[in-house]
């Protein structure tokens, strides 16, 4: 099971606002050896109180094909997941419709041939399949570990990679965006040449805050408020509100004896979420839980809790927006 259930349990907290729609709009799902995060445990995630009514599933490298073109192993994901979407939807496992989108991956290097792997991901989850990720974190210093698609630096540039994401918008397939704090500048040129694609800016954009970066969150931040900033003009980029509490961030929090509250999470990252919501507007913010990955640090109903407690201020039609509205609308869920 992915996260620690004895260590999460120490820490239990009654659901804000508990009637609240939201729509979940990126999480993962494996089964890996040690590790598995599949329908019954997001499941019992989901029934900590809050009021999921959707998620959406975004690539993780799972249930890749074991044969066949390399091109074409992702798609085993997306048959994988939209299995498990078809479960959720029968009704037998809770009110919550898990995986109402997928995103999947699909190496963009491959230029205007990725074709065929679109096509393929569309055929296999017509009504779910809503767009692709690349991931593109990359950093020079071996301490910090690049994203599982083995990038190179400056993937968003390269012409190959340029020729691949062009495809996206004649398919009105969406592009997210997983990639460290120093690279937001590179999304914001892609974002710049390529106005008629639908851009989500992941987790913030990865603030670093382990290896070379321990000690450094101050200057950091004042840099990353300009760059997303610059970000936030491309009116086609929208920002995914959370991911922020995995151990690459640098908060530590796995390493206590009792994990975080949501007032302390509150406290601790509220500036990140402020300065997106100012920049971008509620209307292209969505929170969202990146479980369970961010399960190292904390319960998913004290997640929710936190991001409750940051939005308190927002009037009815802006929280109305970051937790459900600006996900169905951009990943067009019924």
């Known amino acids: 099971m992915a996260g620690n259930p004895d260590w999460l349990a ?3 907290e009654e659901a804000l606002e508990p009637e609240l729609p939201i729509i979940d709009p990126h999480h993962h799902l494996w089964d890996h050896p040690g590790s598995r995060y599949e329908l019954d445990e997001i499941v019992a995630d989901l029934a900590q109180g809050h009021n999921i009514r959707q998620t959406v599933f975004v690539e993780c490298k799972a249930m890749y094909r074991d044969g066949g073109p390399e091109a074409l192993k992702p798609l085993g994901e997306t048959e994988y997941v939209n299995g498990i979407a078809a479960k959720s939807a029968s009704g ?29 991901h569309i055929a296999r989850a017509p009504d779910r399949f809503r767009g692709i990720r690349h991931a593109s974190a990359f950093d020079p210093n071996p301490d910090i570990r690049a994203s599982h698609t083995a990038p190179p630096k400056g993937l968003l540039g390269l012409p190959s990679f340029r020729e691949g994401f062009a495809r996206l918008e004649s398919y009105g397939l969406s592009f997210d965006a997983w990639l460290y704090h120093h690279q937001i500048p590179e999304l914001t040129e892609l974002a710049r040449d390529h106005p008629g694609t639908r851009i989500i800016f992941d987790h913030f954009g990865g603030p670093l805050g382990i290896g070379p970066y321990d000690g450094k969150r101050g200057e950091i931040f004042e840099q990353w408020k300009k760059d997303v900033s610059e970000l936030a003009a491309c009116p086609n980029v929208v920002a995914k509100l959370g991911g922020i509490n995995m151990a690459v961030n640098g908060f530590g929090w ?23 919501i100012d920049a971008f507007g509620p209307e292209r913010c969505m929170f969202e839980s ?3 990955v961010d399960k190292i640090s904390c319960s998913y109903g004290v997640l929710w809790n936190a991001f409750k407690k940051i939005a308190k201020g927002f ?5 109305q927006n970051l937790f459900h509205d600006t996900a169905k609308r951009v990943y067009r869920l019924d």
């Open 92 to 120: 037998g496992f809770g009110d919550t419709r898990v995986a109402a989108g997928i995103v999947g991956f699909a190496d963009l290097r491959l230029g205007n041939a990725v074709d065929e792997v679109l096509n393929a």
């Open 315 to 319: 009037s009815e039609s802006e929280k």
């Open 254 to 276: 796995h390493k206590r004896d009792l994990p975080p509250t949501s007032d302390e999470l509150a406290e601790a990252t509220r500036d990140w979420y402020l300065h997106s």
């Open 10 to 12: 120490k820490v239990k």
């Open 290 to 292: 990146n479980f369970p």
